[in-house]
């Protein structure tokens, strides 16, 4: 019983949690994205009359391809939109293009655990690159060999877990001052808010469950590095 049950802890759990947040992303945005702002301007029009209210006026806003491949890069200063966001004035469209707007203003303000995400950005991708590997061969060779590939493993682990822990305040407040723009620059009304509180809130259950998925991970390392210790 107690195998079971860690199994679906550790693997089962956050792999469905991970599913559902997927889901719920996809759903909250094709639904919201049918509903068209009274206003009916455009995603773009939107992020630009939030970071411009914000004393920005150094981003360059772009479209790019693909469904929810939305983005802010701090490097660039570049705000990426999707088509269906850069170019239509549905409530899913200005919610992900306020959004996105949300990090240019953190990016400008100096938000602290902005900078500590960036700051972590290139030890992650190493840590990403490594762990998957690290893990495998370390559970598969015994020995000491097996026992610090593991070590490895975990260290990038928890960069990893840290990486998605610092995301999650970096996304709710991003999500908070894009309602907080759409709202007090007039483009939106509050009762057409539903729809993006909607879309925002599902799209921040997938970062909770990337979190989820990063620390069950580290979680299972730590398990089998005290095992092989005893």
């Known amino acids: ?31 919201n994205v049918r509903i068209a702002s009274r206003g009916g301007i455009t995603g773009r029009e939107a992020a630009e009359a939030v970071i411009r209210s914000a004393g920005i006026h150094d ?3 772009v479209e790019v391809p693909g469904e929810l491949t939305d983005h802010y890069n701090p490097m660039t200063k570049t705000l990426a939109l999707s088509a269906h966001n850069y170019r239509g004035h549905s409530l899913a469209a200005l919610g992900v293009a306020a959004h996105e707007a949300g990090h240019a203003i953190q990016h400008k303000v100096g938000y602290s655990m902005m900078t500590v995400r960036q700051t972590l950005v290139p030890v992650t991708q190493i840590a990403a690159s490594i762990s998957t590997y690290a893990m495998i061969a370390g559970i598969l060779l015994i020995g000491h060999l097996g026992y610090s590939l593991l070590v490895m493993a975990a260290i990038a682990l928890a960069v990893i877990c840290l990486f998605q822990f610092v995301t ?18 007039g483009i939106l009304d509050r009762d057409e808010m539903g729809g993006v509180n909607e879309t925002l809130n599902a799209a921040a259950l997938t970062y909770v469950a990337a979190f989820v998925a990063a620390l069950g991970s580290l979680i299972h390392i730590l398990i089998i590095l005290s095992g092989r210790r005893n």
Do not use: N, W
């Open 1 to 31: 019983m107690p195998t079971i049950f860690y199994l679906l802890l550790l693997f089962a759990g956050p792999m469905l949690f991970g599913l559902y947040a997927q889901m719920k992303i996809r759903s909250a945005y094709a639904k």
């Open 59 to 61: 981003v360059k806003i």
């Open 168 to 185: 999650l305040p970096v996304e709710f407040d991003a999500s908070r001052r894009a309602k907080q723009q759409l709202v007090g620059l």
